[in-house]
């Protein structure tokens, strides 16, 4: 039998919060109209029930693996991981925005529980893995071949505005308040921050991952592949 893509986990969310944070009216599109196509990366219930789901129009109708599998062709040599000690409510906002940036994986290091309402179940298309401590992560990055750069206004730190991130990069975020931890930063390559202006000392730890991420994406993307 095949499994609905929107299972009550998701079709909770979406109820919540609509689509988006805002609550928006229900988006997608109805039922199928006209011949059922025979691709099997088409869902039997999707097409006979609409979709719902916050997917872009080319995935219409796909089955949730289906949908990982095309995602898992495109997605750029770029990791994220951000440390989770004391249930940083912003690690699911990472998560949607690497999904968005078609990340390779993201990687939450600490406790393993995470709050999933910001990722507006973005996960469910997301590589998330999990490591116990820093030095873990650290020796993933580097059986990947992939250079840790941690991201935080620390002194010494290099202005992200004028470096060049490494292509095969594993961009590491401390949690909200004290920010990257200084374990994380002896294993990084590469420590750099983001200029501001105002008088707060640092911004929201989701918000300086898209400014990072985004970055990256402007650096080594192809731009022509892009929604």
Not at 108 to 134: C, E, F, L, S
Not at 140 to 151: D, F, H, I, S
Not at 176 to 193: F, Q, Y
Request: hydrophobic share 40%; charged share 20%; glycine share 8%.
């Amino acid at each position: 039998m095949t499994e609905h893509v929107v299972d009550a986990a998701e079709a909770s969310a979406v109820s919540e919060a609509g689509p988006t944070e805002w609550a928006q009216a229900p988006v997608g599109v109805g039922p199928w109209v006209g011949p059922l196509p025979e691709d099997p990366r088409y869902d039997p219930e999707l097409l006979a029930e609409g979709d719902r789901r916050n997917v872009v129009d080319a995935y219409r109708y796909w089955r949730r693996e289906a949908i990982v599998a095309d995602l898992d062709t495109r997605r750029h040599p770029l990791h994220v991981a951000i440390e989770n000690f004391g249930h940083d409510g912003n690690i699911g906002t990472v998560v949607r925005t690497a999904n968005a940036f078609a990340a390779a994986a993201v990687h939450i290091v600490g406790r393993k529980r995470w709050n999933r309402r910001g990722a507006m179940v973005t996960d469910r298309y997301q590589h998330v893995h999990h490591h116990p401590d820093v030095p873990t992560l650290a020796g993933y990055a580097r059986a990947q071949g992939l250079t840790v750069v941690a991201v935080d206004n620390t002194p010494g730190a290099q202005p992200l505005e004028t470096t060049e991130l490494p292509r095969h990069c594993l961009l590491l975020f401390g949690q909200e308040g004290p920010g990257v931890s200084a374990e994380a930063v002896e294993h990084a390559t590469l420590t750099v921050s983001i200029a501001q202006f105002g008088s707060t000392r640092s911004i929201n730890a989701g918000v300086a991952a898209g400014i990072a991420m985004h970055t990256w994406v402007r650096q080594h993307a192809d731009l022509r592949q892009a929604w």
